[in-house]
């Protein structure tokens, strides 16, 4: 059982930069794979990113490798996601999710939900 809270969104321009963080709450953080997914206006909730439970595995979208970073700190339970050269398509509400590991790239992996963050790129 976890609760989780992201922070860091806003509005920023075409090729900047955001970092999201994701404080987790509960003495099992470190049992979870974490995951972060997003949700535009009109469509599904999709995978960006996820890193196993000690941080040595990583999965991206092929949309954003190259220009996002997960990354996790178990002593502070925060996963973030490092997010560089932003494009307007990357406009959505941003979650964090915490899951088994058995699925990294489907909502299905994951069984905990924080509220989500906005994210604007502005064009």
């Known amino acids: 059982q976890v609760q989780l809270v992201e922070s860091g969104g806003g509005l920023v321009q075409v090729g900047g930069s955001l970092s999201l963080s994701c404080a987790a709450s509960?003495?099992?953080?470190?049992?979870?794979?974490m995951g972060w997914f997003r949700q535009a206006p009109g469509k599904e909730r999709e995978f960006v990113a996820a890193i196993s439970r000690d941080g040595g595995n990583t999965y991206y979208v092929d949309s954003v490798k190259g220009r996002f970073t997960i990354s996790r700190d178990n002593a502070k339970n925060t996963v973030y996601l490092q997010m560089n050269s932003l494009k307007p398509e990357d406009t959505a509400v941003y979650y964090c999710?915490?899951?088994?590991?058995?699925?990294?790239?489907?909502?299905?992996?994951?069984?905990?939900w924080g509220q989500g963050t906005q994210v604007t790129v502005s064009s």
């Open positions: 999710a915490a899951g088994s590991g058995y699925y990294y790239s489907g909502v299905q992996g994951y069984n905990y």
């Open positions: 509960g003495r099992t953080f470190r049992t979870y794979a």
